[in-house]
């Protein structure tokens, strides 16, 4: 199926030859689905925090003083906020008037009524449009903002009296109020994006980043990285062979969130705090989530502390005292059922692994996943994030188990890429490679198929140890399309 050449290119690419046989071979066979022991719910699965509970692990993540990293994911450019206003714009290209826009599109007659809320509106206005037609070429196209082909980290997110301010510094606030170092005052923060989008990024913190230091009294690390070629995957035609470009090269599609791993990979701090680069309110309604913030960062901390005692304990001659109160902390804490006759070994290999703690929202409808008990190849189980294209649509059980879910993951985590030694994991070690997806794509007029890794905190995360945390809707405000930006929670 390969030919000499594939391999000279393969290689020359540095991607594994290993990886790109296996990937051909998951387009044959597919991925398995994953098997569901219930929805994890308040009833098991997801913690639900009284009041003193808060304030306890608060107050431990408060007088923790170990290095932090806020990990933005923001490669995602905004092309797909503006879907509506794109349509719209070829509406008019294709002769309709105002009133036909605003009839057959609802979400472009709602931005142009609210026009003057968005805080670029003052940006805007300096192109002088003369129609609602040039508003949506100044506000998309390059002769403008262009923001429908820029990165959401860089858009004017939100207004303030005097000012205005992107995501990218909204999560400079966010870092300054709770990611901090105790000691060092140092806020690290790390964001991922697109190769074409460095030096904007780049030229965006050069601007603010003394500034906001200044403001809020911090030392800021800001680094970059882009999604590594390497983790780029396959791409096949309908029947399972290699696509091709018209020059018989392979082709390569990147692979997905969850080849963010290894840019996670990278980092070395005791904990990373990892959320979506929309996901930001203004600094005026940030309370509630610097509060929760540090709520689940105390969780983690507190049941790390546990793991690395327990692991410790184990290493001595008489861990059988232990082993029962090592087993019930496993299935209380992380749901991991074993059997009670579990050896040194397998407690070992449960505990020395890396920790993520995982805010979950109620479920009020939102597309994604959410939380569930999975059982293991092993014969246990564990905490898992799922998404519906791991689940058997034939089998109605599962479909019944997934419809009972009462939690959504806004993708809020707080996670320990250390061991009780100190040192680093290898996190590609702990990744399901049997839980990526497939999806089809059309390339030159023609349909192929691409696989993607698994996804950051699906199966990249499969094999760490979990917690989910109900946490409040209002710590959950993401920017999926641009009337998002109308809602009362990101409006200053």
């Known amino acids: 199926m390969l030919n000499k050449n594939d391999l000279q290119n393969i290689n020359k690419a540095g991607i594994n030859k290993t990886d790109v046989e296996e990937q051909l071979k998951r387009f044959e066979t597919g991925f398995p689905f994953l098997q569901i022991k219930s929805a994890a719910g308040t009833e098991r699965g997801v913690l639900k925090l009284s009041a003193d509970e808060q304030k306890k692990f608060e107050n431990v993540y408060e007088n923790f003083d170990g290095?932090?990293?806020?990990?933005v994911p923001a490669s995602g450019a905004a092309s797909r906020m503006f879907k509506s206003l794109f349509e719209a714009k070829e509406m008019f290209e294709n002769g309709a008037n105002i009133d036909e826009v605003s009839t057959k599109n609802?979400?472009?007659?709602?931005?142009?009524?609210n026009i003057t809320k968005f805080a670029f509106y003052d940006e805007l206005t300096k192109y002088r449009a003369s129609s609602k037609s040039e508003i949506l070429n100044f506000l998309l196209a390059s002769q403008g903002l262009n923001y429908g082909n820029m990165p959401k980290g860089i858009l004017l997110f939100h207004r303030y009296e005097n000012f205005k301010r992107t995501p990218f510094e909204e999560h400079l606030v966010e870092a300054a109020k709770y990611a901090h170092e105790t000691k060092t005052k140092t806020a690290n923060l790390h964001f991922t994006?697109?190769?074409?989008?460095?030096?904007?990024?780049?030229?965006?913190r050069d601007q603010t980043i003394k500034s906001y230091g200044n403001k809020y009294e911090v030392d800021y690390k800001i680094n970059f990285s882009t999604q590594k070629t390497t983790t780029d995957t396959i791409a096949v035609t309908p029947d399972n062979m290699p696509f091709r470009n018209s020059d018989g090269s392979l082709v390569f599609y990147p692979g997905g969130h969850g080849a963010l791993?290894?840019?996670?990979?990278?980092i070395d701090s005791d904990i990373v705090f990892?959320?979506?680069?929309?996901?930001?309110?203004?600094?005026t309604k940030l309370a509630e989530t610097i509060r929760w913030k540090k709520i689940i960062a105390g969780v983690l901390i507190d049941c790390r502390n546990k793991i690395f005692d327990y692991i410790n304990r184990l290493q001595t001659n008489d861990y059988t005292l232990q082993t029962d109160e090592i087993i019930e902390f496993l299935s209380k804490n992380l749901c991991i059922?074993?059997?009670?006759?579990?050896?040194?070994?397998?407690?070992?290999?449960?505990?020395?692994?890396?920790?993520?703690?995982?805010g979950m929202v109620k479920n009020e409808g939102e597309p994604g996943g959410g939380p569930f008990l999975i059982h293991e190849n092993d014969g246990t189980t564990s905490l898992q994030i799922l998404e519906s294209s791991q689940i058997n649509k034939k089998?109605?059980?599962?479909?019944?188990?997934?419809?009972?879910?009462?939690?959504?993951?806004?993708?809020?985590l707080v996670c320990c890429i250390k061991n009780y030694k100190g040192e680093k994991f290898n996190l590609p070690d702990f990744r399901d490679n049997s839980?990526?997806?497939?999806?089809?794509?059309?390339?030159?007029g023609k349909k192929i198929k691409v696989l993607e890794l698994p996804g950051l905190w699906n199966g990249a995360m499969s094999k760490w140890n979990t917690i989910f945390v109900e946490t409040p809707i209002e710590t959950f405000n993401p920017v999926k399309t641009v009337n998002d930006l109308l809602r009362q929670q990101h409006q200053a």
């Open 337 to 358: 059922d074993l059997p009670k006759n579990a050896d040194r070994e397998l407690l070992l290999s449960k505990l020395n692994r890396p920790v993520r703690v995982c």
């Open 193 to 204: 994006v697109s190769t074409e989008h460095v030096e904007l990024f780049q030229k965006l």
């Open 106 to 113: 609802r979400d472009a007659k709602i931005f142009f009524d």
């Open 435 to 444: 839980t990526g997806f497939i999806s089809e794509k059309s390339r030159a």
């Open 261 to 266: 791993l290894e840019n996670l990979n990278e």
């Open 395 to 412: 089998d109605k059980k599962a479909m019944e188990m997934f419809a009972l879910s009462t939690h959504f993951n806004p993708v809020d």
């Open 67 to 71: 290095s932090k990293t806020k990990f």
């Open 274 to 283: 990892i959320k979506n680069v929309d996901n930001v309110v203004p600094e």
